[in-house]
């Protein structure tokens, strides 16, 4: 491994530590955030359906 790869892979490891860190420190909202990407997700799923019903109904 070269010195790039080397310190890419402390680099990742020191960045993999601070966000298991930071989600045990915030993990109510870290909950909550993942709640409202599911919702969002839902939201944007039904919106797909609902286009392509009405372009399959126009047909």
Avoid at 39 to 59: D, N, Q, R, Y
């Amino acid at each position: 491994m070269d010195k790039t790869g080397i310190a890419a892979l402390v680099v990742g490891i020191v960045l993999f530590v601070l966000g298991v860190y930071a989600i045990g420190m915030f993990l109510p909202d870290v909950i909550m955030a993942v709640k409202g990407l599911i919702g969002i997700v839902v939201l944007l799923a039904g919106l797909m359906l609902i286009i392509f019903g009405i372009l399959i109904f126009k047909e």
